[in-house]
Protein backbone atom coordinates (compact mmCIF):
# COMPACT_ATOMS: atom_id res chain seq x y z
CA UNK A 1 0.00 0.00 0.00
CA UNK A 2 1.22 3.27 -1.14
CA UNK A 3 1.72 6.78 1.09
CA UNK A 4 -1.12 8.10 -1.25
CA UNK A 5 -3.06 5.35 -0.45
CA UNK A 6 -2.65 5.15 3.07
CA UNK A 7 -3.24 8.97 2.99
CA UNK A 8 -6.71 9.05 1.04
CA UNK A 9 -7.82 5.85 2.81
CA UNK A 10 -7.58 7.11 6.54
CA UNK A 11 -7.11 10.70 6.40
CA UNK A 12 -3.21 10.87 6.90
CA UNK A 13 -2.08 14.56 8.23
CA UNK A 14 1.43 13.72 8.29
CA UNK A 15 4.48 11.83 9.26
CA UNK A 16 5.42 11.08 12.94
CA UNK A 17 9.31 9.83 14.19
CA UNK A 18 7.93 7.68 17.27
CA UNK A 19 10.41 5.86 19.77
CA UNK A 20 9.54 2.21 20.55
CA UNK A 21 10.32 -1.55 21.10
CA UNK A 22 10.87 -3.43 18.24
CA UNK A 23 10.79 -6.91 18.40
CA UNK A 24 13.97 -8.73 17.27
CA UNK A 25 13.34 -12.64 17.73
CA UNK A 26 11.47 -14.60 19.93
CA UNK A 27 10.49 -17.92 21.05
CA UNK A 28 7.63 -19.76 23.16
CA UNK A 29 7.88 -22.87 25.43
CA UNK A 30 5.84 -25.55 26.40
CA UNK A 31 7.81 -27.39 29.34
CA UNK A 32 7.14 -30.51 31.71
CA UNK A 33 9.19 -29.79 35.04
CA UNK A 34 9.90 -32.38 37.13
CA UNK A 35 11.28 -33.39 40.28
CA UNK A 36 11.29 -29.52 41.37
CA UNK A 37 12.43 -29.13 44.85
CA UNK A 38 10.35 -27.19 46.98
CA UNK A 39 12.06 -25.06 49.84
CA UNK A 40 9.33 -25.24 52.81
CA UNK A 41 9.49 -22.62 55.62
CA UNK A 42 10.10 -23.30 59.06
CA UNK A 43 6.20 -23.80 60.22
CA UNK A 44 5.50 -25.62 56.87
CA UNK A 45 8.43 -28.08 57.12
CA UNK A 46 7.56 -29.28 60.69
CA UNK A 47 4.07 -30.53 59.09
CA UNK A 48 5.99 -32.05 56.36
CA UNK A 49 7.78 -34.07 58.84
CA UNK A 50 4.73 -35.36 59.94
CA UNK A 51 2.74 -36.04 56.70
CA UNK A 52 1.64 -38.96 55.24
CA UNK A 53 0.86 -37.30 51.78
CA UNK A 54 0.83 -34.43 50.02
CA UNK A 55 -0.78 -32.75 47.17
CA UNK A 56 -0.40 -29.70 44.85
CA UNK A 57 -3.02 -27.06 45.28
CA UNK A 58 -1.63 -23.69 43.08
CA UNK A 59 1.37 -22.88 41.94
CA UNK A 60 2.11 -19.51 41.02
CA UNK A 61 4.84 -17.44 39.47
CA UNK A 62 6.56 -14.89 42.00
CA UNK A 63 9.32 -13.34 40.01
CA UNK A 64 11.47 -13.85 36.76
CA UNK A 65 15.18 -12.50 36.82
CA UNK A 66 16.74 -12.30 33.14
CA UNK A 67 20.24 -11.98 32.18
CA UNK A 68 21.26 -11.07 28.55
CA UNK A 69 24.92 -11.36 27.43
CA UNK A 70 26.56 -12.00 23.82
CA UNK A 71 26.64 -15.30 22.21
CA UNK A 72 30.96 -15.41 21.28
CA UNK A 73 31.86 -15.90 17.83
CA UNK A 74 27.83 -15.47 16.42
CA UNK A 75 27.28 -11.85 15.91
CA UNK A 76 24.07 -10.39 16.43
CA UNK A 77 22.67 -13.55 18.71
CA UNK A 78 22.41 -13.52 22.65
CA UNK A 79 22.14 -15.93 25.34
CA UNK A 80 19.01 -15.48 28.18
CA UNK A 81 19.45 -16.81 31.36
CA UNK A 82 16.37 -17.07 32.98
CA UNK A 83 15.54 -17.93 36.76
CA UNK A 84 12.55 -18.54 37.89
CA UNK A 85 10.95 -18.04 41.36
CA UNK A 86 7.41 -19.46 42.22
CA UNK A 87 4.92 -20.12 45.40
CA UNK A 88 4.01 -23.43 45.74
CA UNK A 89 0.59 -24.28 47.98
CA UNK A 90 0.66 -27.60 49.13
CA UNK A 91 -2.17 -30.00 50.72
CA UNK A 92 -0.14 -31.53 52.93
CA UNK A 93 -2.21 -35.19 55.05
CA UNK A 94 -1.57 -35.70 58.87
CA UNK A 95 -4.12 -37.99 59.55
CA UNK A 96 -7.55 -38.38 59.36
CA UNK A 97 -7.97 -34.55 60.00
CA UNK A 98 -8.52 -32.17 57.35
CA UNK A 99 -5.55 -31.15 54.93
CA UNK A 100 -3.23 -28.30 56.12
CA UNK A 101 -2.16 -25.71 53.32
CA UNK A 102 1.05 -24.82 53.55
CA UNK A 103 3.54 -22.78 51.35
CA UNK A 104 7.20 -23.34 49.68
CA UNK A 105 9.66 -21.92 47.66
CA UNK A 106 10.71 -23.24 44.02
CA UNK A 107 13.49 -22.36 41.40
CA UNK A 108 13.90 -23.15 37.76
CA UNK A 109 16.74 -21.59 35.82
CA UNK A 110 16.80 -22.09 31.29
CA UNK A 111 18.78 -20.88 28.97
CA UNK A 112 17.80 -19.83 25.43
CA UNK A 113 19.50 -18.08 22.24
CA UNK A 114 17.73 -15.31 20.18
CA UNK A 115 18.72 -12.69 17.76
CA UNK A 116 18.84 -9.56 18.87
CA UNK A 117 20.75 -7.55 16.18
CA UNK A 118 23.95 -5.37 16.35
CA UNK A 119 24.72 -1.94 18.01
CA UNK A 120 27.40 -0.47 19.42
CA UNK A 121 25.80 3.06 20.02
CA UNK A 122 25.87 4.09 24.24
CA UNK A 123 22.31 5.44 25.49
CA UNK A 124 22.38 8.16 28.03
CA UNK A 125 18.89 9.09 29.46
CA UNK A 126 17.74 11.86 31.89
CA UNK A 127 15.70 11.20 35.13
CA UNK A 128 15.34 13.70 37.65
CA UNK A 129 16.93 13.05 40.88
CA UNK A 130 16.98 15.81 43.36
CA UNK A 131 20.78 15.94 45.17
CA UNK A 132 21.90 12.16 43.91
CA UNK A 133 23.58 10.59 41.15
CA UNK A 134 22.27 7.33 40.31
CA UNK A 135 24.99 4.73 38.81
CA UNK A 136 22.30 2.62 36.81
CA UNK A 137 21.09 5.48 35.15
CA UNK A 138 23.85 7.79 33.67
CA UNK A 139 24.93 5.33 30.99
CA UNK A 140 23.13 2.03 29.15
CA UNK A 141 25.45 -0.20 26.63
CA UNK A 142 23.18 -1.10 23.35
CA UNK A 143 22.23 -4.13 24.57
CA UNK A 144 19.17 -5.37 23.72
CA UNK A 145 16.20 -6.00 26.33
CA UNK A 146 14.74 -9.71 27.30
CA UNK A 147 10.81 -9.61 28.15
CA UNK A 148 9.56 -12.57 29.46
CA UNK A 149 5.60 -13.64 29.62
CA UNK A 150 4.67 -16.36 31.62
CA UNK A 151 1.66 -17.50 33.02
CA UNK A 152 0.99 -19.61 36.54
CA UNK A 153 2.21 -22.94 35.90
CA UNK A 154 -0.19 -25.87 36.25
CA UNK A 155 0.48 -28.25 39.15
CA UNK A 156 0.55 -32.10 38.15
CA UNK A 157 1.87 -33.77 41.00
CA UNK A 158 3.62 -33.83 44.15
CA UNK A 159 5.57 -36.57 46.37
CA UNK A 160 7.56 -36.87 49.35
CA UNK A 161 10.80 -37.76 49.51
CA UNK A 162 12.73 -39.00 52.95
CA UNK A 163 16.31 -36.77 53.56
CA UNK A 164 18.26 -40.30 52.28
CA UNK A 165 16.14 -41.13 49.01
CA UNK A 166 17.89 -39.71 45.92
CA UNK A 167 15.19 -40.65 43.35
CA UNK A 168 14.91 -36.74 42.06
CA UNK A 169 17.36 -35.65 39.73
CA UNK A 170 17.17 -32.41 41.65
CA UNK A 171 17.51 -34.26 45.01
CA UNK A 172 21.67 -33.26 45.13
CA UNK A 173 20.91 -29.38 44.76
CA UNK A 174 20.99 -27.09 46.87
CA UNK A 175 19.44 -23.75 47.57
CA UNK A 176 21.48 -20.58 49.03
CA UNK A 177 18.80 -19.43 50.89
CA UNK A 178 20.81 -16.16 51.68
CA UNK A 179 21.21 -15.32 48.08
CA UNK A 180 17.47 -15.01 47.97
CA UNK A 181 16.32 -11.65 46.49
CA UNK A 182 14.43 -9.46 49.85
CA UNK A 183 11.59 -9.08 47.13
CA UNK A 184 11.27 -12.92 46.95
CA UNK A 185 11.46 -13.29 50.69
CA UNK A 186 8.75 -11.37 51.43
CA UNK A 187 6.38 -12.89 49.80
CA UNK A 188 6.09 -15.66 52.30
CA UNK A 189 4.90 -15.07 55.91
CA UNK A 190 7.77 -17.22 57.55
CA UNK A 191 11.31 -17.76 56.71
CA UNK A 192 12.69 -20.08 53.89
CA UNK A 193 14.82 -22.66 55.32
CA UNK A 194 17.68 -24.04 53.47
CA UNK A 195 18.60 -27.85 52.60
CA UNK A 196 20.51 -28.45 55.10
CA UNK A 197 17.47 -27.45 57.97
CA UNK A 198 15.06 -29.88 56.21
CA UNK A 199 14.09 -33.46 57.17
CA UNK A 200 11.45 -35.11 54.61
CA UNK A 201 11.02 -33.00 51.02
CA UNK A 202 8.87 -32.22 48.59
CA UNK A 203 9.33 -32.28 44.85
CA UNK A 204 6.48 -31.45 42.53
CA UNK A 205 5.64 -31.31 38.89
CA UNK A 206 4.24 -28.87 37.12
CA UNK A 207 3.53 -27.37 33.45
CA UNK A 208 5.25 -24.25 32.76
CA UNK A 209 4.52 -22.20 29.56
CA UNK A 210 6.35 -18.75 28.24
CA UNK A 211 7.39 -16.37 26.08
CA UNK A 212 10.37 -15.15 25.77
CA UNK A 213 11.71 -12.20 23.36
CA UNK A 214 14.59 -10.05 22.68
CA UNK A 215 14.00 -6.06 21.81
CA UNK A 216 15.63 -2.63 20.94
CA UNK A 217 14.45 0.52 21.16
CA UNK A 218 14.20 2.17 17.69
CA UNK A 219 13.15 4.91 16.16
CA UNK A 220 10.55 4.54 13.22
CA UNK A 221 8.73 6.89 10.96
CA UNK A 222 4.94 5.85 10.80
CA UNK A 223 1.92 8.08 9.46
CA UNK A 224 0.02 10.25 11.77
CA UNK A 225 -3.75 10.07 11.44
CA UNK A 226 -4.71 11.95 15.04
CA UNK A 227 -4.05 12.56 18.16
CA UNK A 228 -5.54 10.07 20.63
CA UNK A 229 -8.61 12.41 22.08
CA UNK A 230 -11.22 10.54 24.13
CA UNK A 231 -14.67 11.17 22.98
CA UNK A 232 -15.70 9.35 26.32
CA UNK A 233 -16.96 11.93 29.21
CA UNK A 234 -15.67 10.28 32.85
CA UNK A 235 -18.35 9.47 35.00
CA UNK A 236 -17.51 9.57 38.50
CA UNK A 237 -19.21 7.11 40.88
CA UNK A 238 -20.63 9.28 43.15
CA UNK A 239 -22.69 11.15 40.26
CA UNK A 240 -25.25 8.73 40.97
CA UNK A 241 -26.54 6.14 43.75
CA UNK A 242 -25.52 2.85 44.01
CA UNK A 243 -28.87 1.87 42.26
CA UNK A 244 -28.26 3.76 39.41
CA UNK A 245 -24.45 3.13 38.65
CA UNK A 246 -25.19 -0.75 39.21
CA UNK A 247 -27.75 -0.16 36.19
CA UNK A 248 -24.98 0.51 33.77
CA UNK A 249 -23.15 -2.78 34.40
CA UNK A 250 -24.18 -4.85 31.67
CA UNK A 251 -25.34 -8.78 32.99
CA UNK A 252 -22.57 -11.31 33.19
CA UNK A 253 -23.68 -13.47 31.05
CA UNK A 254 -20.85 -15.88 30.57
CA UNK A 255 -20.34 -16.14 34.07
CA UNK A 256 -23.71 -18.06 33.59
CA UNK A 257 -23.43 -19.43 30.27
CA UNK A 258 -19.74 -20.39 29.39
CA UNK A 259 -18.39 -19.80 25.80
CA UNK A 260 -18.86 -23.15 24.08
CA UNK A 261 -15.77 -24.15 22.29
CA UNK A 262 -14.73 -22.82 18.75
CA UNK A 263 -15.07 -25.62 17.04
CA UNK A 264 -18.23 -25.68 17.38
CA UNK A 265 -18.68 -23.22 15.21
CA UNK A 266 -18.08 -23.36 11.39
CA UNK A 267 -16.22 -21.12 8.91
CA UNK A 268 -19.35 -19.09 8.72
CA UNK A 269 -19.54 -17.80 12.63
CA UNK A 270 -22.60 -19.97 12.56
CA UNK A 271 -23.88 -22.22 15.38
CA UNK A 272 -22.78 -26.70 14.31
CA UNK A 273 -26.31 -27.99 14.40
CA UNK A 274 -26.91 -30.62 16.33
Not at 215 to 237: G, T, W
Amino acid sequence: MTDETITSSFGCKDKVCIQTDQVYDSCRSKECIECLRVYMTETGQEIIDRALDVKCKKSEIIWVFSDVERLPFNSGYYTVDLNFFFKITLEVFTGINRPVTVEGLATFEKKVVLFGSEGSAKIFTSKFKEDAFDAQLWQKTNMPKAVVEVVDPICLGAKLSDINDHCCRYADEDLDVCNIPDCIRRVFDDRIIGCREQGRRVFVTIGLFSIVRLERNVQLLIPAYDFCIPDKECVASTEDDPCNLFEKISFPVDEFFPPQSPECFDQCDNPCSE
